[in-house]
């Protein structure tokens, strides 16, 4: 017992004097650029479990493990990023973890708030290397202090484009889907068209209206918001457009319906959207993740095998899930760098099949 | 974290905001992490904000000259390394993979059910809690390289070895999920495979009723052989022990194939539905909520399995069904490929070990 001290002393010693630290610094570096040679994810999502785990049997708070947990998170952010990716996804809190004791939640959102305003001081910074951020999930069940801070990170770092980090806060992916779907419903719910005189100008209605449909077919997603801020005059409309109509409207999308094709359109039912319209694509840009892309690798630490309600819409058809067991504090370039070599090796082998069948296929 | 290369005392700074005891201010903490700060900026990036843009080209262009001899040999190391992981690694993985399937076909030797329902049951009888509802991803293999299980006949014999294992076990749902839904097609003939495996296993007088069905399509589950001295109660109370009672009431097994377009393509249907709906004003797009999603689907494909069982060798759900994979423990056996008894049983230990947190 006490050899193994003494050891573990002398272990120490040298794993901190300079030229050792400086070593390891180098050959990281070494790693990632080396890394970066081959294909790399461009969406990397990880559920950071284990931080509670390893204060229990590291006998410190479990405060102090989350703390822990965010310097591993740091860590691994700088691989991901430095190697190339382009998103990172990490589940930071769970709705159903508002279940955990008071004196736990309070300090991770402290500590939530603490990290973002220390962020916020270096907007030169974050401006040269950072990412920008993201926080998915649901807003009002934070606290408004901690809103502040939230708003303020992420409107520092909005201008970046380099790549994203995505923080998924209170969070849940059904919560996720539910909100898609409310909002697809909620779009396709308004008239697009409010009920006007029948008119006999040289147009005809019918055509306006397929010329419409398919615009919108084109540009579904994006310009929704406008159909609806244009019609304000619109009766049933009038009361959502504050809240969904915001930041976009200066998009050049917008020429679907101008004012002036408004005389000639008409019936006395108002008219919708065709829901036959709707596919995944619709729901897919209607998710908090959209325009980021597929998610190519999940990665979840501490050795449990499930997903417990993160990112299921994302993960469910291409993406590689890793279960790991280290505990997410632990988690370091050196369990980080098997899994990425085993996703390359794994993209080429796939790869190599898929030219392999092309070749059988002509001949 | 000897291995992260950041030097205790910068750590230490770092970790508690404090520099010699006093609070770390912004441009102390901007100058600590200075050196981890990559060097290199890619041309793409447009500074959005400050007085950089108009120095900064001119510092590159003098730059550039000194530094690309050791880009380039910098470049050229990074591309020799990786090569050598590469390498490295490939070794590895094909030598674990050699491992582990010499040891799985050991395992495989030593853990044989013997088409015998008495071994599975003794196998799975000391398990502290088996899983309601075990879900299987299966692959269809269009080509016959891949030994025995190619092609819809093989396919359905891995479906029906499947369901005997688990009515064997006791558990008394099955959702069996392929992706492109070939068996959804033929369930009729699916039914009489599965049948005939079980009274395989069972024999004729414990054979467990089975009913298959898919979601939208009707249920089939002929009316079972009329049998004078049984009550034929299609119960699913678990383990028919025989030797408890001379007359055990039947088991009943339900299984239920799944495919891809009972994941997106089913939430997109509940959307237009729902959006129809809300245009005829028989709904408001605020009564939407994940309960009503919920028991929609729930009705509509299946609940949440308590247990996802993949035969791959590594995690990958193909378009399984999203909304149910909530909290499934999905378990897989890497390097496995094909469908074997062990991961099976290997699964339903894992399961009954693992603990339910529910975010707490």
């Known amino acids: ?363 | 974290m000897a291995s992260t290369g950041i030097s205790p005392r910068e750590a230490a700074v770092l970790r508690r905001g404090k520099l010699d005891g006093k609070p770390l201010s912004a441009e102390e903490r901007e100058k600590l992490l200075k050196p981890y700060l990559p060097e290199d900026l890619p041309p793409s990036t447009s500074p959005s904000r400050g007085a950089s843009p108009t120095r900064r080209p001119k510092n590159r262009r003098a730059s550039t000259s000194r530094r690309r001899r050791p880009g380039l040999i910098r470049h050229g190391l990074h591309v020799l390394i990786y090569a050598i992981i590469s390498f490295l690694f490939s070794v590895f993985f094909r030598f674990r993979h050699a491992f582990r399937h010499v040891r799985n076909k050991i395992v495989a030797l030593l853990k044989y059910h013997h088409r015998t329902p008495e071994f599975i049951q003794r196998d799975t009888r000391h398990l502290e809690r088996l899983p309601k509802h075990l879900s299987v991803i299966l692959q269809f293999y269009e080509g016959d390289e891949d030994q025995g299980s190619a092609g819809l006949e093989g396919l359905v014999n891995d479906v029906g070895e499947i369901a005997a294992w688990t009515a064997a076990a006791g558990i008394p749902f099955l959702s069996v999920y392929e992706r492109t839904g070939k068996l959804k097609n033929y369930i009729q003939q699916t039914h009489t495979s599965i049948s005939s495996t079980l009274e395989a296993y069972f024999g004729p007088r414990r054979t467990p009723t089975l009913s298959v069905r898919a979601p939208h399509l009707q249920s089939y589950s002929p009316p079972p052989t009329p049998d004078p001295q049984d009550d034929t109660s299609p119960t699913s109370n678990g383990h028919p022990s025989p030797k408890t009672s001379p007359k055990p009431p039947r088991q009943h097994l339900t299984v239920l194939l799944l495919s891809a377009e009972d994941g997106r393509d089913t939430l997109v249907d509940l959307t237009k539905t729902l959006s129809e709906m809300a245009q005829n004003g028989a709904l408001q797009p605020e009564q939407i909520d994940a309960k009503l999603i919920d028991s929609e689907l729930c009705e509509a494909v299946s609940g949440e399995p308590d247990l996802l069982v993949l035969f791959q060798p590594s995690v990958c759900l193909k378009g399984y069904p999203p909304w149910q994979l909530r909290l499934t423990e999905i378990f897989h056996l890497p390097d496995n490929k094909g469908v074997n008894y062990q991961v099976f049983l290997r699964a339903l230990h894992a399961y009954a070990k693992m603990e339910m947190r529910l975010g707490r």
Not at chain 1, 170 to 192: G, H, L, M, N, Q
Not at chain 1, 267 to 279: F, K
């Open chain 1, 1 to 363: 017992m006490a050899d193994s001290l003494h050891n573990s002393r002398i272990h120490k010693w040298i794993a901190s004097s300079p030229p050792v630290v400086w070593g390891i610094r180098q050959l990281r570096e070494l790693i990632i650029g080396a890394l970066r040679q081959g294909p790399i994810p461009q969406h990397v999502a990880f559920v950071m479990d284990g931080n509670r785990r390893f204060a229990r049997n590291h006998h410190i708070e479990t405060v102090e493990g989350h703390n822990l947990g965010f310097e591993s998170l740091a860590r691994i952010l700088e691989v991901c990023y430095k190697t190339g990716v382009k998103v990172v996804t990490i589940y930071a809190f769970s709705i159903e973890n508002f279940k955990r004791s008071k004196h736990e939640v309070d300090a991770l959102m402290s500590m939530a708030k603490v990290k973002l305003e220390q962020l916020s001081e270096h907007g030169a910074l974050l401006d040269r290397y950072g990412a920008s951020i993201r926080i998915l999930g649901q807003r009002s069940l934070v606290k408004p202090d901690v809103l502040e801070a939230i708003d303020k990170a992420v409107a520092l770092t909005a201008g970046n484009k380099k790549a994203i980090l995505n923080v998924c806060f209170p969070y849940t992916s059904r919560d996720e889907i539910t909100t898609a779907v409310r909002k697809t419903v909620e779009t396709y719910s308004k008239p697009i068209g409010g009920p006007s005189t029948p008119s006999k100008r040289p147009f005809s209605e019918t055509h306006i209206t397929q010329h419409i449909r398919q615009q919108m077919l084109q540009t579904v997603p994006e310009d929704m918001p406008e159909f609806q801020s244009s019609r304000s005059a619109s009766p049933s409309s009038s009361k959502d457009n504050s809240s969904a109509g915001d930041g976009e409207q200066s998009s050049t999308t917008s020429t679907a319906i101008n004012p002036s094709d408004h005389d000639d359109y008409g019936g006395t039912a108002p008219v919708y959207r065709d829901p036959e319209t709707i596919t995944a694509e619709t729901l897919t840009d209607n998710m908090l993740t959209a325009g980021a892309p597929p998610l190519d690798l999940l990665i979840r630490t501490s050795g449990v095998k499930r997903l417990s309600d993160f990112m299921l819409w994302q993960c469910h058809e291409k993406t590689s899930i890793v279960f790991l067991d280290c505990l997410w504090p632990e988690f370091d370039l050196w369990h980080f760098l098997p899994v990425l070599v085993e996703w390359q090796w794994q993209k080429k082998k796939l790869h190599e099949q898929e030219r392999g069948r092309g070749r059988h296929g002509i001949d």
